[in-house]
Structure formats: C-alpha cells, structure tokens
C-alpha cells in the first residue's frame, strides 16, 4: 500500500523561507517522478514542481521559478521542496504527489498517490 506524506508547512513572514518534506512509502525508490502541487483557499489545484526519478529533471512553474527548488534523496526516500522569498499569494495546502509508472516523465502529468497536504500560510 503506498502513503505519501508531506511535512514542514507552516506560518511564515513574506520574505522569509521553508522547506517542505515529503516521503512515500510502498513505492520503489527512485524509480518513480514526484511532484509537489498546491491548492489556495477557492482556486484550483496547480502544479508547482516536478522532478524525475533520477533527479536529474525538474519543472517549475512560473510562479515560483527562481524562488522554490525541489529535490530528492532517494537513498532516504525523500522529497524536498525548498521555498525563499515567500509571498502571501503562495499561501495554500501543498501537496506531494508520486506517478504510479516507473521510469516515466510526464512532467508532471498522472500522479497517481497523494498526500494528505501541508498548509502553508504566508503573512504579509
């Protein structure tokens, strides 16, 4: 059974940093793309950053390029999400989300498992 959980979200000032952390269980790992999404209160679900199964591809949108880096530690089953220069309209839940196909790039399309989400609130 896979379980995707994410950790790290929180309350923080604009302007100032989190990382986010995520780990999903009963999948191989590093075999699979990862990717983290978000969700603000009455808007719908984007796509923030994907990153392959080696690492070695990434997407992010434009949004949050130049501010946000995601990476992965595949020894320790881990996905990162680093965020810096934070602003309000980057508050919302954010979710982990893994492909469920091996060795697949499909930047970002087909997640298959999520998590439950991390709320991050960004106050201005």
């Known amino acids: 059974q896979v379980q995707v959980m994410e950790s790290g979200g929180g309350l923080v000032q604009a302007g100032g940093s989190l990382t986010l952390s995520c780990t999903a269980s009963?999948?191989?790992?590093?075999?699979?793309?990862m990717g983290w999404f978000r969700q603000a209160q009455g808007k719908e679900r984007e796509v923030v950053s994907c990153?392959?199964?080696?690492?070695?591809?990434?997407y992010y949108a434009d949004s949050v390029k130049g501010r946000f880096t995601i990476s992965r530690d595949n020894a320790k089953n881990m996905l990162y999400l680093q965020m810096s220069s934070l602003k309000p309209e980057d508050t919302a839940m954010y979710y982990c989300a893994a492909d469920g196909n091996l060795y697949v790039w499909d930047t970002c399309a087909g997640m298959d498992y999520w998590g439950k989400g991390t709320l991050v609130t960004i106050s201005s």
């Open positions: 009963g999948l191989t790992s590093g075999a699979v793309s």
């Open positions: 990153i392959g199964h080696r690492g070695m591809v990434t």
